[in-house]
């Protein structure tokens, strides 16, 4: 391919300046050019000259335009007839200011660039955290009228927030006491293996699902895409009512997400009738929910399908596994339905005081508890992002105003030569319009990257968070609120500067001392802003890195563990403790055998729910002998097999743990905590003491079972990191008392540091126990990570937010010194001449520097400790006097103060005395 010639070269640029000027002016613009550089014939060098014609083409039009007064002179007699429009004048008027603001941001490309990058980090930082308060916190669930919503929850006996699931026996009873007010319905949790209808035999995987009475997801007003709802044949039964039955007699009915739909079934358009095997047993596909249903919003958020809830004839009123939900009727209120309730409990609680003493009842609105959680770092993040937006705002004016000051003398010249006060105010004013709008689309760009990569690290903690986007309504208030926010900052430094006299304009660059003591209250506010900023960071930084490092309980380094459920139909009765229960020990004790023998494994055990990750069964407990009636103890119910203990650390504290003998046939034992032995047993001082003691469950009646105390193991932490450990027992497989317990976790600890294979393990487990239903392996290391991601993600989020304005400080410390080196630099000559050393000049512009930074660093830990109330609801185990915070705050504002002086002091102290003197 040949080069294009010098003519094709001329060719281009004559048709470009053509365009903008016509053929008359188009050689001048070739000629400037010309000048400048004669073109090269290099692609990059042709693109590069046609932007130079552009600019210069636009230029002379602009110098070249008739002011609005020429306009309006006549030639030839008759001044209206030559006249134009006013409103075009207007126009011509904007047009023309807007192009030159435009150049003269092109000639400063600097300044320009330092002002955009200055907005578009604040925008980015604002758009995307309020995209994200607004998507979480205040955007109306997906739901039909979601503010006639309820949530209903048991309550304890001190008044806690834990929101508790109910019984059976309480659902039914508030329902029928709550038919006027609202209508009731609730879902329990269920994770099916769903499998082949051919092949029952072949591997199956776990599928979180709710078992649901008939009236919940008709309640939500969400209509299906494809097929139906249940329908009344499938509601639950009351405990009176005679089994009902299901939309077919042999199978059992189903509504699957659309998720499920797509990627399990095929996303065939004939699903609706089709059969699914759910542990074993036939469903029948009724319905396709739609791809953004998701219910409940606080709770098994990750469900993917529904089946019916059947509470049986005779439903218990002690168990509570049930997730109660309402809907508001027609004119009812909130309140309304919580006092119905509360009498109903009530009466409840005097009828069966074994098990309801203590408790109450609560009622929520249903968008509460999914966000009750969230709404505090959020709203921390909040604050940190319009504390950024304002650093950017504080900054930008910072700089508009030394631009302003250093176009003293051009302006006073524009003015002499006849140029309107106004014209030149419109003028600075469209500088920052420019400046607001070009940031404010760029920030809005960076923050759909922000966005994404917050909702990577946060998306699984943080409540609705996959679902935020950057609405374009957001995208559309930024920008208007830039474009308002541009012409105030322009338009009061513009409308001070434009209107003061022309002698003192003429003095150009000189100092002013009311100008420099602006300058230095808008860096100090600046670093008062930073200074908040990483305190903030600082404290929540300190509270991760303790959450991150507490102590644990149990070791989980190289541990997978692996979630699995036995099908009814597949259980082995055998070693049930009660005639008819189901126990899945036998099942388990086969399996660890098989997987002990593994080369891979160096210990295995299992657990009904894993500490941090699973549910949690409570129960009441009591020490016999020692207990009243009323001095139970709440607890958290495990069951485990002997060797769960090895697999993870577990530290014994006296006694010992679990062994192969301790069988069905054998006397009942239990392990407990530390925190239970202190509960049951509180003036006992040693553990020893309390191994052999026996524990009665549920009442201290002499047909209450009864177990000895074998061992005490120390706390482990069960829930959320920042809750206290709490009273937790642990019972073998073995003689476990819950019959409903089909589920359990396997744990592997790998041999020499190694972690099990994945993939075999689950061929394994497959071929071990045909038809398990399998879930996904994880390392204990990754589910401790991910119960911690929205503090780490807040940590980060904020680190980074205190590094931004960290910068934006010291460039505006930077803008500050080095105008004012400027203004002093005759004042700085002539020290040098009479002898000063050049430290000392020097160290003018750090005093100077050190001097703003303090202030700033004393407004801004005033009002991070004003606010020091609200930030320790969000803090673990850190106070605000922590003095690696402020030391290292102290430490940071210090850097940033030297780092904005160092330039503008070293080049005060360089100064040639001469040249200074001569030029002033």
């Known amino acids: 391919m040949s080069r294009p010639s010098k003519e094709a070269d001329r060719s281009l640029l004559l048709r470009i300046a053509a365009a903008i000027l016509g053929p008359e002016m188009a050689d001048e613009v070739l000629g400037d050019l010309y000048q400048e550089a004669p073109p090269a014939s290099s692609r990059r060098s042709r693109l590069a000259l046609s932007l130079r014609a552009v600019h210069l083409a636009i230029a002379i039009r602009a110098q070249r335009s008739p002011a609005p007064v020429e306009a309006a002179q006549t030639v030839g007699g008759d001044q209206h007839s030559q006249r134009a429009p006013k409103g075009s004048q207007t126009w011509a008027v904007i047009g023309q200011e807007l192009i030159h603001a435009w150049l003269r941001l092109v000639r400063a490309p600097a300044y320009s660039a330092l002002s955009l990058l200055t907005v578009a980090i604040g925008i980015c930082g604002a758009v995307a955290i309020l995209s994200v308060v607004n998507g979480v916190l205040l955007r109306p669930l997906n739901f039909d009228a979601p503010e006639e919503l309820m949530a209903v929850f048991t309550t304890e006996r001190d008044g806690n927030e834990l929101r508790n699931p109910s019984s059976p026996a309480d659902f039914l009873d508030w329902k029928r006491a709550s038919g006027d007010i609202a209508t009731l319905a609730a879902a329990t949790y269920w994770a099916p293996g769903i499998g082949p209808i051919d092949n029952p035999d072949s591997s199956v995987e776990k599928i979180v699902g709710l078992r649901v009475t008939v009236g919940l997801l008709s309640m939500l007003g969400v209509e299906p895409i494809l097929g139906r709802l249940f329908s009344p044949l499938s509601q639950e039964f009351s405990s009176t009512a005679e089994p009902a039955l299901h939309d077919r007699t042999d199978t059992r009915s189903a509504v699957v997400s659309w998720h499920t739909w797509q990627n399990r079934l095929g996303g065939r358009s004939d699903v609706i009738g089709k059969e699914i095997m759910l542990d074993g047993t036939r469903h029948v596909v009724i319905g396709v929910m739609p791809k953004s249903f998701a219910f409940p919003p606080f709770w098994a958020t990750d469900a993917e399908l529904w089946a019916p809830l059947e509470l049986g004839v005779d439903p218990t009123r002690g168990g509570r596994f049930l997730r109660v939900f309402a809907r508001l009727a027609s004119g009812a209120s909130m309140s309304a339905l919580g006092e119905r309730l509360a009498t109903v409990h009530q009466d409840i609680s005097v009828e069966h005081p074994e098990t309801h003493t203590g408790t109450g009842v609560a009622v929520e609105r249903l968008k509460e508890p999914m966000v009750s959680g969230s709404r505090a770092p959020l709203l921390m993040l909040a604050t940190g992002s319009l504390i950024l937006l304002a650093l950017m705002a504080t900054n930008l004016a910072g700089l508009l105003f030394t631009k302003g000051i250093e176009r003293r003398g051009m302006l006073a010249t524009q003015l002499a030569l006849g140029a309107s006060r106004r014209r030149l105010t419109l003028g600075i004013m469209f500088e920052s319009l420019i400046l607001m709008i070009g940031g404010a689309i760029a920030g809005t760009a960076l923050a759909l990257v922000a966005l994404k990569a917050f909702q990577s690290l946060a998306a699984d903690s943080v409540p609705r968070l996959a679902g935020v986007v950057i609405e374009p309504s957001t995208w559309l208030i930024s920008i208007a609120t830039m474009a308002l926010l541009g012409l105030a900052i322009g338009f009061f430094p513009g409308l001070r500067l434009v209107f003061e006299s022309e002698n003192r304009l003429a003095q150009g660059a000189a100092r002013f001392p009311r100008a420099e003591r602006s300058r230095r209250l808008i860096v100090a506010a600046e670093i008062a802003l930073t200074t908040g900023l990483l305190l903030l960071a600082g404290f929540v930084g300190q509270s991760f890195q303790r ?60 657990i009904n729910h894993l500490p941090l990750a699973g549910d949690l069964w409570r129960g009441k407990m009591f020490a016999v002998g020692f207990s009243a009636p009323d001095d139970d103890v709440r607890t958290t119910l495990r069951v485990a097999t002997p060797g769960y203990a090895d697999v993870m650390a577990l530290r014994l504290l006296a006694g010992r743990f679990f062994e192969p003998s301790d069988r069905s046939d054998s006397e009942r034992v239990v392990v407990i905590n530390r925190a239970l032995a202190e509960a049951l047993w509180p003036k006992r001082s040693r553990e020893g003491t309390v191994v052999g003691s026996m524990i009665a469950q549920d009442n201290l009646d002499d047909d209450s079972p009864r177990a000895k105390v074998i061992g005490i193991i120390d706390n482990v932490k069960q829930s959320l990191l920042e809750e206290p450990a709490a009273p937790e027992i642990y019972f073998p497989f073995s003689q476990n008392p819950y019959s409903f317990a089909r589920s359990a976790t396997v744990v592997l600890r790998g041999n020499q540091g190694g972690v099990v294979d994945a993939t075999v393990l689950m061929e394994f487990v497959t071929k071990a126990i045909p038809g398990v239903a399998l879930g996904k392996p994880q390392s204990l290391q990754h589910i401790v990570a991910g119960d911690l991601s929205d503090e780490r993600a807040r940590t980060l989020v904020l680190l980074l937010f205190a590094a931004v304005a960290s910068l934006l400080a010291t460039t505006g410390l930077f803008g500050v010194l080095a105008f004012s080196a400027a203004q002093r630099r005759r004042e700085f000559g002539l020290r040098l001449a009479l002898g000063s050393p050049r430290p000392e000049v020097a160290w003018l512009i750090l005093r100077e520097g050190v001097a703003v930074a303090a202030g700033g660093l004393i407004v801004g830990a005033a009002a991070a400790l004003a606010l020091g109330s609200w930030l320790q609801t969000v803090l673990y185990e850190t106070s605000l006097s922590e003095p690696a915070v402020w030391g290292g705050v102290l430490l940071t504002v210090t850097a940033l103060a030297i780092a904005g002086s160092l ?11 001469t040249s200074a003197l001569n030029r002033y």
């Open 903 to 913: 330039i503008p002091a070293y080049r005060a102290s360089r100064t040639d005395p």
């Open 547 to 606: 959450l991150a490092g507490q102590d644990l309980g149990f070791e989980i380094n190289h541990v997978t563990t692996l979630g699995l459920d036995v099908p009814d139909d597949r259980l082995d009765a055998a070693g049930s403790m009660v005639e008819g229960d189901q126990n899945i020990a036998p099942q388990l004790d086969h399996l660890i055998d098989e997987l002990a023998a593994l080369p891979a494994v160096s210990s295995v055990g299992a």
